[in-house]
């Protein structure tokens, strides 16, 4: 029987894998976290649950020396120096494991921006323009190399937004419907590159079944790539909610030109961009916190023509109100995720088996139950003693 | 100048307490003292406190003393504490037990010296209005009251060793850990004087409870008797928020500072959301600096303020009584549960 690892097993994916490889009956699943309270919630999944840290190569050997596939969820965060520094010490001792012949690394589509732009990022040079998704890069090519170092076959997984119950993506759905998040560019109909929960754990159930999988990189999104409306409709047809509201065309044009526009200018140029509008608040913010020049404003005015008193004045309001509008503005809509309005990502995507029917049911029942407990209270009230 | 000490060096005091401290001109933080003395050492050098020890036996005269470690590991450092005749400011949980209680509570009063339990969340804007609004009571009398906050745990970033993995440390685990926060909320704004513990079931693994639900009754200081539900989970994502229902009308009040306090009819639709008239902290540092204050106001009048120990009794017994009570589920690697019985 093989023999997985999943590293990370705590986290959101990490967990859903867990769960659902964790029942394969062709699998022994050994999942592993840093500590015995996140090991509790690991019982219920039929894994063999291991704790540990794998950032020191014995104690990774000690986890997860006796498995023939090593799925790596687990990334630090916190400092940026010192979690680079876990990561790749995470990503060499991986590729060093004994018995291991493959490992599965997951990235994320962040690789390729957050509004990817098929013009601008390519699968073969992604452009991240995130902290976020220039580290998954990194840590891509970290893995590449120290796998390659050592003869072990890798496979790096570009995941896509990862929805179902639990997901954070469902969660933003939720809220959308609810109208409490904006509404769909171009009503929905761009490629959402995201992939439901139960989906990703077949897809990577059908690689890790795979004899003898070559070295590659692969996107991981719905196949085919469902639209942001299929997912929406999804969820508000699952839980019986109305339709996420359409953003107008025009409306969306004009977003999706400002968050391509934003998001592939370098990182110097944007920052000089807004340093130069922060410099340019400064007087209207010194005037807005310095009450004594106000009254030293008034004094000079009364010594001064009426016109130039009616000229500062009609200043004064309308800047006034159209800072308060701009307030407004601001607070009715936010600026919407950049990742709405992407494209497709480039390259070459991992196939695996769709959802069987018995999934859909199952996933669904899931989701129904998952957003009863956190739309309300009203299912506590229900419960019996 | 009030000269604090800091106990326990962990992330509450470094994200939290420190920060708001540093920022109050009347205050001087003079030392922060850690079993690993190389982690208080770490947290003074960043923060220009001059004092790093690794025993409180150590450390010079403060005015006021800041116990944020866990729970389980206070006796011995209260003892000490009120022995030198410094007043005490306790993070949440107050203490494991009521025996616990009344140990601290009467060690500080054998020796005139405050006691105060940091709890931020009573000083949130929406908790503040709330409670006014009920004692008012222009909606009617309350009739039933459900609470809930949750999420699965997930990516935690933390080693074995760290205390809420110990019972004995941490006191046990959801209920103690948030159920410190979400039921006090719940005594406070109702003004609760007594409660009941109908039921209550837990779902456990090694004697940390993952998921509590408890059924009840609480009675408030105007004679009204309502009904009480609370679930905390760290197996399960939950809705987080009190929901008080009246006779004609629900309020909703979230976990999270700077949510606004919803009113809603019965069937949930909201009608409005409502801040109090003065404007109190709405978000996390705010309430801190907020409970900093009362209980700075409390060491110097001698007056018990919001953030007194005794106010904490309630709460202390009812989750006290929860553990004793409950009915255990095991969580087990086959998924069904095994019934364990009473603790």
Not at chain 1, 96 to 107: A, C, E, G, H, P
Not at chain 1, 156 to 166: A, E, K, Q, S
């Amino acid at each position: 029987m093989l023999k997985v690892g999943i590293t990370g097993a705590g986290g959101q994916i990490g967990s859903m894998l867990a769960t659902t490889l964790g029942q394969a009956p062709n699998l022994q699943v050994v999942a592993t976290c840093r500590n015995s309270l996140t090991a509790g919630l690991l019982q219920e999944t039929g894994c063999v649950v291991r704790v540990g840290s794998i950032v020191e190569e014995q104690f990774a050997r000690r986890l997860l020396d006796d498995c023939d596939v090593i799925i790596h969820c687990a990334l630090a965060s916190g400092d940026a120096r010192k979690s680079r520094l876990l990561n790749e010490s995470m990503i060499h001792n991986l590729a060093r494991l004994t018995d291991t012949t493959l490992v599965i690394y997951l990235s994320s589509v962040a690789v390729y921006g957050s509004c990817i732009d098929s013009k601008r990022t390519s699968f073969e040079r992604p452009c991240p323009d995130t902290y976020y998704g220039r580290e998954k890069l990194h840590l891509e090519r970290v893995a590449i190399r120290a796998c390659a170092e050592r003869g072990v076959r890798y496979c790096v997984l570009r995941v896509g937004h990862v929805y179902g119950p639990g997901q954070w993506l469902s969660r933003r759905v939720v809220d959308m419907a609810e109208g409490a998040l904006g509404s769909l560019p171009y009503d929905g109909r761009l490629p959402s590159n995201a992939i439901r929960s139960d989906r990703l754990a077949s897809a990577v159930n059908s690689l890790v079944m795979t004899p003898d999988p070559a070295s590659q990189i692969r996107n991981v999104a719905d196949v085919p790539q469902t639209t942001w409306r299929q997912v929406c409709d999804w969820h508000t047809d699952t839980l019986k909610m109305p339709a996420v509201a359409a953003m107008p065309a025009a409306e969306s044009g004009a977003w999706k030109r400002v968050l391509r526009r934003d998001r592939f200018r370098p990182l110097s140029a944007r920052l000089l961009q807004e340093s130069v509008e922060w410099l340019r608040s400064l007087p209207r913010q010194y005037a807005a916190a310095c009450p004594s020049l106000r009254e030293a404003g008034l004094c000079l005015l009364a010594r001064s023509p009426l016109t130039v008193e009616s000229r500062l004045k009609k200043l004064y309001v309308t800047l006034a109100a159209a800072r308060e509008i701009e307030r407004m503005r601001e607070a009715a809509s936010d600026t919407p995720p950049a990742w709405l309005f992407s494209d497709a990502m480039p390259g070459p995507y991992l196939g695996g088996a769709a959802a069987e029917r018995g999934d859909e049911t199952r996933v669904q029942a899931d989701l129904v139950k998952w957003y009863e407990r956190i739309a309300g209270i009203e299912w506590i009230a229900a419960q019996k003693t | 100048m009030v000269n604090i000490g800091i106990v326990g060096a962990g992330a509450v005091v470094e994200s939290n307490h420190l920060p708001v401290l540093h920022g109050m001109k009347e205050v001087t933080v003079k030392w922060i003292c850690d079993i690993e003395r190389e982690k208080a050492r770490q947290l003074s050098r960043l923060y220009g406190v001059k004092g790093a020890y690794a025993g409180v036996e150590e450390c010079s005269d403060v005015d006021i003393a800041l116990v944020a470690i866990p729970v389980g590991h206070r006796r011995k450092i209260v003892e000490e504490i009120v022995r030198r005749r410094w007043h005490v400011f306790c993070e949440k949980p107050f203490a494991v037990s009521t025996r616990d209680y009344h140990f601290f509570v009467e060690a500080a009063r054998a020796r005139n010296v405050q006691i105060g339990i940091g709890l931020m969340r009573r000083f949130y804007d929406a908790n503040v209005c709330a409670r006014e609004m009920l004692r008012r009571a222009p909606f009617g009398a309350v009739q039933e009251v459900w609470a809930s906050e949750g999420s699965r745990l997930r990516a935690t970033g933390r080693e074995d060793g760290w205390y809420q993995t110990d019972r004995n440390a941490a006191g046990g685990g959801v209920l103690i850990e948030t159920g410190s926060h979400l039921i006090d909320q719940v005594f406070q704004i109702l003004d609760v004087c007594e409660f009941e513990v109908v039921s209550c079931r837990q779902r456990m693994w090694r004697d940390l409870d993952y998921e509590t639900t408890v059924t009840g009754a609480v009675r408030l200081n105007d004679g009204t008797e309502c009904r009480l539900g609370v679930v905390l989970s760290r197996a399960n994502d939950l809705f987080s928020g009190i929901e008080i229902r009246c006779a004609n009308t629900k309020l909703v009040v979230g976990v999270v500072p700077g949510t606004p306090l919803k009113i809603c009819d019965l069937d949930g639709q909201v009608l409005g959301r409502v801040g109090s008239p003065r404007g109190g902290p709405q978000t996390s540092y705010q309430a801190f600096y907020a409970e900093w204050r009362e209980f700075i106001d409390q060491c110097r009048s001698g007056q018990p303020s919001r953030v007194s120990a005794e106010s904490a009794w309630l709460t202390t017994s009812f989750i006290e009584t929860c553990y004793r009570t409950a009915s255990v589920v095991e969580i087990d690697r086959a998924g069904c549960g095994v019934v364990r019985g009473q603790c």
